[in-house]
């Protein structure tokens, strides 16, 4: 068994999750700011100590929405990781890890999530939760007018009612790097069955 890794960037706070190859988790948040970028190795390297990069079956990633520079920073860092050490990486939706950490929580059937984009629009997603709790993607992340999103929240909360969720994303999220890490290991375990693995050539963050 080997170690994986995860990254959360898309906000002033970076997060790192890691489980070593004996299945502990360690996981650590810092509140960089504008400093990410000039931090993000140094802490890299000194949070997987004592492992090294060769010890790491695949990485994952926040893929954003989010801050434009630093989640453009963590996906290329992600990328470069995967590259060298020619192992699969993955990038999941900000919005869907937490989606999924709302589902871990309640027992909703639709999931709808929000993150402020500006004044005048948010960026959203909504998603279904299966019994096994994987989630099925309705709507994809997709940046809207307030009034947009707000007519289709109205919808949704009415034609499900008490089997509905709506989350609203807060402005750090480097805790959710635990969520991310979960999301790709399930992604990871249903590439193992056919033996194709994400590369980091197809790893685009998600701007808009």
Known sequence: MKATLALHTTSPELGITLVDSQGKKKSQTWNLGRDL????????ADFITPLTWQDFKFIAVAKGPGSFTSTRIGVVTAKTIAQQLNIPVYGVSTLK??????????????????????????????????????????????LYKNAQWET?????????????SLVVSEQNLGQNSEDILSLANIKYEQEMLNGVFSSWENLMPFYQ
């Open 97 to 142: 890890s937490l989606a999924w950490q709302e589902a871990q929580l309640k027992k909703s059937e639709i999931v709808l999530v929000q993150m402020r984009a500006n004044n005048d629009e948010v960026f959203g997603s909504i998603y279904k939760v299966k019994n096994n709790l994987n989630l099925c993607s309705v709507v994809d992340d997709k």
């Open 37 to 44: 970028g000039r931090q993000l190795h140094l802490i890299l």
């Open 152 to 164: 289709m929240v109205k919808d949704y909360h009415k034609q499900y009612n008490k089997s509905y």
